[in-house]
């Protein structure tokens, strides 16, 4: 009888440590989803809905019946998109009135 409790004791370690070592398998290959999700989640709680661009990013459809305004981060995300294209062009121009003249 102790014999069997023995072995009954030794299969129910060795049936946890497998399930532990199943679980830290699974949660280090899951980790980078994980990691998107909470950040997602995160980014929902932080965010006003009232910008049709937060809507879009959580992959939701914004209401029609709402008017359409912008929240400050993506006023600010236009802003510097704004800045970098003029940089740019104005680098393109004079790129190519340093180039025409003889």
């Known amino acids: 009888m102790k014999e069997i409790g023995v072995l009954l ?7 946890v440590l497998l399930m532990l070592s199943y679980g830290m398998l699974f949660f280090w290959l899951l980790r980078p989803t994980l990691a998107r999700l909470t950040r997602r989640i995160r980014g929902i709680a932080n965010r006003c809905l009232c910008c049709a661009w937060c809507w879009r990013v959580l992959r939701l459809p914004f209401p029609s019946h709402w008017s359409s305004s912008i929240c400050y981060y ?29």
């Open 9 to 15: 004791l030794t299969w129910i370690v060795l049936a």
């Open 74 to 102: 993506h006023q600010w995300r236009l802003r510097t998109q704004l800045a970098a294209r003029r940089h740019r062009n104005e680098r393109l121009v004079r790129g190519t009135i340093l180039e025409a003249r003889p």
